[in-house]
């Protein structure tokens, strides 16, 4: 029985534990313990049997827009549908502040298209590329590719939009 849940600050070291792992396999960037814990609130977990296999967080961007971020699951409890779960609970989070978008940077962009998002152009969040990629140090050869879910009622799930800084 898979449950998600908000996340508790006995869990950052084993999402830190669970992050590393991919990070270091390229999958996704690196957390350190404090940035964990620093945004703890903002994390979902997953729980099997108590034991965490899961985790993944919603950062709020703006006032209408947020980020689903650290999303990762342990190798042995892929494919059965967590993923999609940490995803569910960040979207139903998203609704509740009453957003309008939620977006993702990913080298995973098939895994997001099958949770309803569609391919974007990065240009449109221009508050995460010019408050926080333009400091990684894959900016100028960063490979994620931008996707979002539009939360509005009956929103244009058309071409994507590019906007300015
Ligand atoms: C990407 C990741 C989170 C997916 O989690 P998961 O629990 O294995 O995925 P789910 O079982 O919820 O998959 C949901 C659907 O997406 C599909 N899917 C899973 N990974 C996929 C991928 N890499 N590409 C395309 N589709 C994928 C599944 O087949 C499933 O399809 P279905 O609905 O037709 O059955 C997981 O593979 C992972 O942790 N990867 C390493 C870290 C990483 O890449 N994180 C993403 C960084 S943003």
């Not at 995803?87 to 609704?95: G, L």
């Not at 569609?118 to 990684?136: D, H, L, S, T, Y």
Request: proline share 4%; hydrophobic share 45%.
């Amino acid at each position: 029985m898979i449950c998600v849940e908000p996340a508790r600050l006995s869990d950052v070291a084993a999402i830190h534990e669970l992050v590393t792992f991919w990070a270091d396999r390229g999958d996704m960037l690196h957390r350190s313990p404090g940035e964990i814990f620093e945004a703890i609130r903002d994390f979902k977990v997953a729980r099997v049997e108590g034991k965490l296999v899961g985790c993944g967080s919603l950062r709020i961007m703006g006032t209408d827009l947020a980020e689903v971020r650290s999303l990762a699951v342990r190798e042995d409890a892929q494919i059965r549908g967590i993923g999609a779960a940490i995803v569910a609970a960040c979207i139903e989070d998203a609704k509740q502040f009453g957003l309008d978008r939620v977006f993702a940077l990913t080298y995973k962009p098939g895994f997001f298209e099958k949770q309803g998002f569609r391919i974007a152009n990065v240009m449109e969040f221009p508050q995460k590329v010019w408050g926080e990629c333009v400091r990684c140090p894959f900016f100028t050869n960063c490979k994620e590719v931008a996707v979002v879910l539009d939360l509005r009622e009956g929103a244009d799930l058309g071409p994507a939009r590019v906007a300015g800084p």
